[in-house]
């Protein structure tokens, strides 16, 4: 079993940065792929960005790529989703979510869900 906890989340002006966190415990950390997904009201959840279990490679939705970046860091057992150049598009709750087999942009490859963190962009 493991447990993600969100936080970072707030309100923040366009063109404006928010840096999320999802601190994770249980099993061993470094096993899992790592993602974050969003989910706007009235629309389905969606990919934001993954990354594998070493670190070593990072994958993005278009919608975001070049201003959102993910990192992790397994030695404390911490994701980050570093966000700048914010939109009100952006406006979502964030979720970040653990995968055994591997991450990829499907929410159904993740075992493991946060409660979520509410990011809020105004125009």
């Known amino acids: 079993q493991v447990q993600l906890v969100e936080s970072g989340g707030g309100l923040v002006q366009a063109g404006g940065s928010l840096r999320l966190s999802c601190a994770a415990s249980g099993r061993t950390f470094s096993r899992y792929a790592m993602g974050w997904f969003r989910q706007a009201p009235g629309k389905a959840r969606e990919f934001v960005a993954s990354i594998t279990r070493s670190g070593g490679s990072t994958y993005y939705a278009d919608s975001v790529k070049g201003r959102f970046t993910i990192s992790r860091d397994n030695a404390k057992n911490t994701v980050y989703l570093q966000m700048n150049s914010l939109k009100f598009e952006d406006t979502a709750v964030y979720y970040c979510?653990?995968?055994?087999?591997?991450?990829?942009?499907?929410?159904?490859?993740?075992?493991?869900w946060g409660q979520g963190t509410q990011v809020t962009v105004s125009s």
């Open positions: 979510a653990a995968a055994a087999r591997g991450g990829s942009s499907n929410y159904w490859d993740y075992d493991y």
